[in-house]
């Protein structure tokens, strides 16, 4: 495996030097060599699964603006991903890196034309806790009992949400108990079934963890599907097809995607008889106020 990514960079490395720029040209992640990165997939999220198990997230998501986010169905390149995460940097709202001597631009609006996600809605601000009333209030809309600061001490149907938006929304690694600020942010909104500027948020998010990983041992990339995607948006994987050659073909490597669906929510105990009648009983409850009727 590394000696796999080693001649991928090293081919990389090579085409930088010929087709940078060179008041461009760097690397700016000394701290960490490519192969130690990890990168984060965004999980494909069995919704449809989800929902004969009477477990249905889809309606509430489209209210939020997010739903078109869980459809990006391309592959991920690994290797592809590394090289961009090596050489990224950011000026002003751009993310931009040269991957196989190609310059890669991210921006806001271009994750929202990618994900089809729209680039409006609320976004986390210092102090946005105070605008939905408190730390008090939005902890006792999500956990148990008060005191609740860990996933496992939350609402049954909470904890089935922390874990899609940690396996997509925010992709993160580590400890699956620890819920931040944009972890509540988020279950917040969707509580109250408001819509959330996701773009902006995963901007944010990338260009947050790729300043960290310039400062320290940071070694997960997150978003590989969406940096994969942008990467394809620009014409970079089209062209290493053209190229028909064995380095190509390397630099292609593709990711397994991992699957969150019941099976494995029944299986981390997140999903059982009682919480499935929970959620019935809910959706009837709201069915019989507004007077629709379900789908």
Not at 91 to 96: F, S, Y
Request: hydrophobic residues 40%.
């Amino acid at each position: 495996m590394l000696s796999v990514f080693l001649c991928v960079s090293t081919m990389a490395t090579q085409q930088q030097q010929q087709q940078v720029p060179g008041e461009e040209r760097r690397v700016t992640l000394e701290n960490l060599q490519p192969h130690e990165l990890k990168v984060l997939v965004e999980h494909e999220v069995k919704f449809e699964d989800m929902a004969n198990e009477g477990y249905d997230f889809r309606e509430d998501f489209i209210d939020m603006g997010i739903m078109d986010f869980f459809y990006m169905n391309n592959s991920v390149y690994e290797n592809l991903v590394k090289e961009f995460w090596t050489y990224a940097w950011s000026k002003d709202r751009t993310i931009l890196s040269y991957v196989q001597g190609r310059r890669i631009a991210i921006t806001q609006d271009l994750i929202a034309e990618i994900t089809h996600c729209p680039n409006e809605g609320a976004v986390e601000t210092t102090g946005w806790e105070k605008d939905a009333g408190g730390w008090g209030m939005i902890n006792e809309t999500i956990y148990e009992r008060p005191g609740g600061t860990k996933a496992v001490e939350m609402k049954n149907r909470f904890r089935a949400l922390f874990r899609i938006i940690m396996n997509c929304l925010v992709p993160k690694s580590g400890s699956v108990d620890t819920v931040s600020s944009t972890h509540k942010f988020i279950m917040w909104h969707y509580e109250l079934k408001a819509k959330i500027n996701l773009p902006q948020m995963a901007f944010d998010h990338l260009r947050r963890d790729m300043m960290y990983s310039r400062k320290g041992k940071h070694v997960n990339v997150p978003y590989g599907k969406l940096l994969s995607a942008i990467m394809e948006n620009q014409g970079l994987i089209k062209h290493l097809h053209g190229l028909n050659t064995m380095e190509a073909g390397l630099a292609l490597k593709t990711m397994v995607i991992p699957v969150l669906s019941a099976d494995n929510l029944r299986k981390m105990r997140l999903l059982s008889k009682k919480l499935i009648a929970e959620v019935q009983q809910e959706g009837d409850g709201a069915k019989k106020k507004t007077g629709k009727k379900g789908k």
